[in-house]
Structures are given as structure tokens and as C-alpha cells.
């Protein structure tokens, strides 16, 4: 059985990675990556599907033993991907979506060179404020602030391997070009290493 792919989505608020993410993971052969927090679960949220709730002292413990892929620290609590979890998926053969941060992918990349780092954007900056707008959950102060962390994150898309684009109403069709990168990624040489030897066999 061929290991699946480790994928990280990265993109601005406002980018649909949500939407699309659901298209890919209606199919069987997707999974999500659940992220551990040392932050109390909110009301509704349950261990292992919203996130993995851990104390504090058991995430240093993690970070420092290397099982964790990528971290941040945020407003006094850790977040982060355990790399246990997300191994035993693509021994499975199962491709694993992670949908963090220019940050995280960066540490994910570091760790885990044969990951599909994967920039989603919305066809322009305005189109993006435009649909932040219209989202209308949100007070101009958070909004600006968001707009102001694009303009520092996208730049970093030299970093990743593809660039997918999320037009308006398009989110299917972005699923699509991921599933079709997934595909180019499982037929490409570098992973298939033994097909000589496949080849050849009696």
C-alpha cells in the first residue's frame, strides 16, 4: 500500500479554504488533520473531532520530543498538529489536509519534505475584501487587521509548490484542481522509486 500525501492549505481569510476542503474530504480518500490545543474546549467542542485537548506541560513535552509537525502560540495557548496522528493516517494510505498557517507550512516543509504545500486564493486582493465585507460577521477594526496579515502572507507563496485560485462560486472547481495536483503528485517519479524493479518482476 502507497503512503498517502500530506497537504497543507494555506490562505487569507476570505479564501474559502473551508468550502473547498469539504469537497475534498466528501471523498474517501481525504482526511482532516484535527489539531491539539492547551485551551479549554468551548461549549459543543469535543476532544478529537473539534481539537485535541492536552495540558500545557503535555505540549512543551510534545514539542520538545519533536512529535509535533508545527506549533504557534496564541493569546496564551498553544495550537498545533501532532505528527502521531497524522503518520498513522498516511500509513493508511489516506492523504491528510492540513489547513494552517504561512508559518506552520514552513515548519510542516522543514520536517516533512515530501508534504504538497498548496497556496488557495481568491482571484484578486479586492475580490477577497469584498467577500469579507459581504460576510458582514465581522467589525471593521478585525477586518482591516485581516487584510493587513495578507499583505504579509501572500508573498509567501514562492514557498509552496502550487498556487490554487477560488473564484467566486468556484470552490468545486478549485477541489478539482487539487485533486488533479494530488493525482500529478502520486504519478510523479520521485515517488515511485522502485517502478524498475516493479516493472521487471516475473
Known sequence: ???????????????????????????D????????????????ERDGINYFY????????RIENGDMLEYNFYCGNYYG??????ERV??????????????????VKEKYPDAVLIMLLPPTFAIQEARLRGRATED?????????????????????DYVVYNYDGGADRAAGDILAIVRAEQL???RNPNTATHYFEK
Open 90 to 107: 498516511l500509513a493508511e494510505g489516506k492523504n491528510i489536509i492540513l489547513e494552517i498557517d504561512v508559518n506552520g507550512a514552513k515548519q
Open 29 to 44: 480518500d481525504f482526511r482532516f488533520s484535527v489539531s491539539a490545543t492547551t485551551r479549554a474546549p468551548r461549549p459543543g
Open 1 to 27: 500500500m502507497k503512503k498517502g500525501l500530506l497537504i497543507v492549505v494555506s490562505g487569507p481569510a476570505g479564501s474559502g479554504k473551508g468550502t473547498v476542503n469539504s469537497h475534498l474530504l466528501a471523498t
Open 81 to 86: 498538529t501532532p505528527r502521531e496522528a497524522v
Open 54 to 61: 492536552i495540558t500545557r506541560e503535555e505540549f512543551e513535552k
Open 188 to 190: 510523479s517519479a520521485k
Open 140 to 160: 471593521e477594526e478585525t477586518i482591516r487587521k485581516r487584510l493587513e496579515q495578507t499583505k504579509s502572507e501572500v508573498p509567501h507563496f514562492l514557498e509552496y
